[in-house]
């Protein structure tokens, strides 16, 4: 015993009733934390705690792409089915869900959601959650908001009605959901490109947020860049003042190896070409470190929404491909999501056969097959 207990014992049992409520309220806290992985970190200066742990637990993903981004669920072959969606989640960490919202609610400028296409999405984005994986809703496929001729079944609506559809659109969307977990990641809009290149798309993202934060003011939100989402448009984007963000982006380089043989395209690249060359490699790599720099440099986790490669390229180098493009974002601490899932672009698995196409699921999936 030392003359100092007399006052130090006070002193301790008062630490210990101010501790006492750290002690309850820390496991509560950091259940409710996303899962933030061991590793590199990207820089997030500019963001919340809460979305830099988000953008590092988004981990690896897959698009459910071409269900309900197609002009009418099926219309591109494949549904958002149960069994799909229990496959996808069984996997991967994230899903990024796709949606065309805009052919599906009014064509004036409130843009009034159709109620049983809502549903229909609200029943797959509550299954995924409820298989507790990352879901990120966007709004994908708006053709008029770009300027690009419409898809076959796509409803034409008044030019000048176009972006306040958006922001309405948005509106609605963050309403709906403004209660469910925060697992919900929202995407503002897919690949903006050609009419909202460079400003027009910093004014219309700020809107289009805006309405959002009515309703979600912590909610994560994605924001990608223009010219496609790619990190070249990166110095273009100018985010509005919020620190609940992800900036997504995607690369399909070397696009002459990823979009060979892609019929919707003109004129149709060449098919036979292979991956990855020194070149090649190269693309890839500068393509993921420009985003790299901008996250260093601004402070705001960057995503890898998408990138893939088309069936018509050969399996092996399809593989190569996955395994280059995912060190590489995995290297920088980037999460990313395979574009895609079970359609005709490049499937990691096959939805008639029931079955993963395992050259891919292991090079997307395995650790020991990354390079
Ligand atoms: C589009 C898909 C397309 C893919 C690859 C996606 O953003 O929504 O329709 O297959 O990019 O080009």
Known sequence: MTPLMPTWRPVRAAALLLLLPLLVIFPIVAQAAPQAQAGPRQACHAVSRAACDTAHALGRGV???????????????????????????SRFQTVRLPVRWSNHAAPTADATLDEAFARRVDAVVDALLARGVWVILDVHHYSQVFGDPLHPREVEVAPQVVDERLVNLWKQIARRYQDRSPRLLFELLNEPHRRLDGEPWNLLAARALAAVRATNPTRVVLIGPGDWNHPRALPQLRLPADRHLIVAVHTYDPFGFTHQGVTWRTPVLPTGVGCCDATQRQQVVSALEAAAQWNRTHGVPVHLGEFGAHVAADMDARVAYARLVRSEAERRAMGWAWWEFAADFSPVYDPWARVWIEPLRRALLDDKDVR
């Open 63 to 89: 698009n459910l792409g071409n269900m309900l981004d197609a002009p009418r669920e099926g219309d591109w072959g494949v549904r958002a089915e149960p069994f799909l969606i229990e496959a996808a989640a």
